[in-house]
């Protein structure tokens, strides 16, 4: 996984493979027809709030750094 080579957080190691798997479910929904494109925007809700946005912040501040 090329995100976790270059960079990451306590948060990050524990959530990574979790948001992974919903962002691939989704996405492979979405192609396949399963799902109308408007299930992206739930997906988005869901990655947040499982961690994508606080993980966002912190290799964002590790940056900045």
């Known amino acids: ?3 976790s ?3 990451s957080s306590d948060l990050m190691m524990k959530r990574w ?4 798997a919903l962002q691939d479910e989704t996405f492979v929904k979405i192609i ?3 799902l109308g494109i408007e299930a ?3 997906f988005v809700t869901q990655w ?7 993980i966002q912040e912190e290799i964002a501040e590790m940056y900045m750094k």
């Open 1 to 3: 996984d090329w995100s």
């Open 5 to 7: 080579d270059v960079c």
């Open 17 to 20: 493979s979790t948001l992974l």
């Open 32 to 34: 396949s027809g399963s």
């Open 40 to 42: 992206f925007d739930d």
């Open 48 to 54: 947040n709030e499982q961690g994508g946005s606080t």
